[in-house]
């Protein structure tokens, strides 16, 4: 059995080792944290000492650095097994490429003596905090090269002159940072000097004559880190977004070529920006590498993104509008503006004091200014529908933002989610098993409901509350570094929701009278469950038709029915949410043409995960061609089909009008199967709706105010069925209370009690 053991180990052992051989990095670092902890039952020095390295290698490749924890690996590998080739020869690889790319990470913009002093200021800015960055990353770099290279102490001739040569680079560095901060401080007075700026190009040429010594082999060609677009491939998914990117970045260089050979263009190519997308789909992410590119290029002098949305931008006074979009215009100067929610500045229906339009046609003259024009870059982001919307209703916006250059970001997939979900354990310094992934998986299909869905952030926020969840058990008196870094399914699991609200099954039985409508949704009930059941053991699935029609008088229950359908539908896994969204008429439809589709998608939007409950619905149907009530009901048509499977609608309403509306439209008769009809309450339920609402209050009524309630319901025409019990119940809770708190001798049992004299004041009103 421990031979069989052995020999799995090594095959999924070979496996890791070939993964780090063809791609640098073991896929699931989990599993091999997994096997080092099954090493503390059965020590094996050697084979843990492999294991190590492996860990350290991928996660080196990962990070593209060694830092501290990978360093720790190194040194425990070394004790179990001072001798290993592997561990010696992965030294070596770390040393030399840590002293050959350190140089590399520097890259400063040129100061032209032609830019103005706000440029200066900012490029001075940018060459400071440049050195700064440099000079700890020196530090952390030299640190753990000393660490290496106190146990592989034999270092070619090669790397020793590269050591030298970092020493200079960092004198050369600190010279400068002070170079740079005297220019800043020279720039920011009345008066500059170039001496400064003389000091700082004499710096900058002996960094460059330090980076060729590390040149080797390849002439004169300068070696450069990954740039903007090398970075945007390491990007998770977005191959779409990739590509399109790369032939924007292309075609820029195509027109400096042409420009370098003296051809001209009248109308300069448009670096503006609009990127669609659901939340969390790398928007902002995207702005920022699309600004690196666009500097890198030469198009733009800075790589700053300055991010706004309407609150930054709209203003609450004449005058003030204008200056916010002013002031985030000059902050932008030279990179890119990036306006988050851009839809958000145009509200449908704005009055005179919504300066949202202002904002848009302040945009619009600064970015074709002589002052501004050219000079930055404008990206705007939203969800796709409302960006659509929000520039066709504005010609002169969407001319400055052509179709090539619009970008729509999808979803991610659940694969690369789950990779997004490892590199923010490994940032974080953790590691996921592979039953934790599985666990992730089925947590982001429950999140994955509608466009507000958070993609990569829901799955980032997912990720640290585990951490937190296991930071926050963990017995810290028994554990070591890998019980520390690595987050297994039990951290991954949802929190229980410890509130004790009543099942479905409980509420449903828990109605007065509605015997039949019962009966019908428990039938329902059992033939979803069973549908799941049949899905999970690989079976075919029967269609689920779970649109319904409630009708019935008002007050007969529909909406507390529909509030426990939604909740049914959600236990039995069918619906992730299963909430209830009441709408009326209003909720749906708009006074002018192309806002009511918007209006009704929003609606649904809201109600997706669960049950959309419009209320007399058969307001919508209307045969006059200035209402737009049929633009309602074929927008729900059309939602109903894309979101079939998360989505459920139940109309309410007369019987006879209902029958009306579902009549008018084909395709709306054709996906409502379940019709419920809602009966009157009797005369005896109507006295139980009462006793039972007061009951819950812990309230109870003497035999003979409840006789006088039968009574009255007997002989008397009641409207409004179960609203008019629960009225009743207000008012005799509010004489009662009245007659309590005039009287001075009360014991604490009358508290509790409604009299006939109560029900008798209360129901004189309704005989009248």
Not at 37 to 61: C, F, H, M
Not at 213 to 229: I, Q, R, T
Not at 368 to 391: C, D, H, N, W
Not at 702 to 718: C, Y
Request: overall charge negative.
């Amino acid at each position: 059995m421990i031979k069989k053991k052995i020999a799995f180990d090594q095959e999924m052992i070979t496996g890791w080792q070939n993964e780090v051989k063809k791609q640098g990095f073991v896929k699931n670092e989990g599993e091999v944290v997994q096997y080092i902890q099954y090493l503390k039952a059965n020590p094996n020095p050697e084979l843990e000492s492999v294991l190590l390295i492996l860990l350290a290698q991928s996660r080196t490749q990962r990070l593209q650095e060694v830092d501290d924890l990978a360093i720790s690996w190194l040194k425990r590998a070394k004790q179990l097994n001072p001798s290993s080739p592997d561990m010696i020869d992965f030294h070596s690889k770390i040393i030399f490429s840590t002293l050959k790319t350190l140089p590399f990470r520097l890259d400063f913009p040129y100061i032209r003596e032609a830019d103005n002093r706000t440029t200066k200021k900012k490029l001075a800015e940018d060459y400071i905090s440049r050195c700064k960055l440099f000079l700890e990353d020196y530090e952390d770099s030299m640190n753990n090269l000393e660490n290496l290279l106190s146990y592989n102490e034999e270092l070619g001739e090669q790397a020793n002159k590269w050591m030298k040569a970092i020493e200079e680079l960092k004198l050369q560095i600190e010279k400068l940072l002070k170079a740079s901060e005297e220019y800043y401080a020279s720039i920011s007075g009345v008066f500059h000097t170039s001496v400064y700026l003389d000091e700082i190009k004499i710096s900058l040429e002996q960094i460059e004559n330090i980076k060729k010594v590390f040149l080797s082999g390849e002439g004169n060609k300068k070696e450069k880190g990954p740039s903007s677009l090398q970075d945007l491939e390491q990007m998770i998914g977005m191959n779409q977004v990739k590509e399109r990117v790369h032939r924007h970045s292309h075609f820029i260089q195509y027109q400096k070529r042409r420009k370098e050979l003296g051809f001209t263009m009248k109308d300069e190519i448009s670096l503006n920006m609009v990127f669609t997308g659901n939340p969390g789909t790398g928007k902002t992410s995207l702005a920022r590498m699309l600004a690196k590119v666009y500097f890198e290029l030469g198009v733009l002098t800075k790589t700053e993104v300055i991010e706004v949305d309407r609150s930054h931008l709209v203003g609450s006074y004449v005058g003030q509008t204008e200056e916010n979009v002013k002031n985030a215009i000059t902050r932008a100067l030279g990179g890119v503006l990036f306006i988050d929610e851009a839809y958000s500045l145009k509200r449908d229906g704005q009055g005179s004091s919504d300066y949202g339009q202002t904002a848009i046609d302040t945009l619009v003259s600064l970015m074709t200014s002589g002052e501004f024009a050219g000079k930055f870059a404008v990206i705007l982001a939203g969800y796709p529908e409302e960006m659509r919307q929000f520039l066709s209703s504005n010609p002169g916006l969407r001319s400055r933002f052509p179709e090539s250059n619009h970008i729509h970001l999808p979803d991610y997939t659940n694969e690369e989610l789950l990779e997004i979900a490892k590199k923010v354990a490994i940032d974080n310094d953790y590691l996921i098993t592979e039953e934790a992934l599985i666990e992730l998986e089925t947590r982001i299909e429950k999140e994955r409901v509608d466009e507000s869905f958070g993609n990569a952030r829901t799955v980032k926020n997912i990720v640290l509350d585990s951490i937190f969840q296991k930071g926050a058990t963990i017995d810290l008196n028994s554990v070591d570094s890998f019980d520390l870094t690595l987050l297994e399914k039990k951290d991954l699991l949802a929190t229980i929701d410890d509130s004790k609200e009543k099942l479905p099954d409980e509420m449903l039985n828990e109605l007065i009278a509605l015997e039949g409508i019962k009966e019908e949704m428990k039938k329902i009930q059992h033939f979803v469950q069973l549908q799941q059941v049949r899905k999970e053991k690989g079976y075919k699935n029967v269609p689920v038709q779970l649109h319904a029609v409630f009708s019935g008088n008002p007050g007969t229950g529909k909406t507390t029915v529909a509030k426990i359908y939604a909740k049914m539908l959600k236990e039995t896994g069918l619906l992730k949410r299963g909430h209830l969204v009441v709408a009326s008429r209003a909720d749906l439809v708009a006074g002018f043409v192309g806002q009511t589709a918007l209006k009704t998608k929003k609606k649904i939007r809201d109600a997706l995960g669960g049950v959309l409950f419009i209320d007399e619905a058969y307001s919508l149907l209307s045969n006059s061609p200035t209402d737009f009530s049929k633009e309602a009901i074929d927008t729900i048509v059309d939602e109903m089909t894309k979101h079939n499977d998360n989505l459920v609608i139940v109309l309410a309403g007369y019987s006879k009008e209902m029958d009306g509306l579902l009549k008018s439209n084909p395709g709306l008769h054709s996906r409502f199967k379940k019709f419920f009809h809602f009966p009157d309450y009797t005369s005896k339920e109507m006295v139980d709706i009462i006793l039972n609402t007061v009951k819950q209050y812990e309230y109870e009524l003497t035999s003979e105010a409840i006789q006088l309630l039968k009574d009255f319901t007997e002989n008397h025409k009641i409207e409004g069925n179960g609203r008019f019990a629960h009225n009743i119940v207000d008012e005799l809770l509010q004489i009662q209370a009245a007659r309590i708190m005039e009287q001075s001798d009360v014991t604490e049992d009358e508290f509790s009690i409604i009299n006939e004299k109560d029900v008798e004041e209360v129901l004189s009103s309704y005989r009248t």
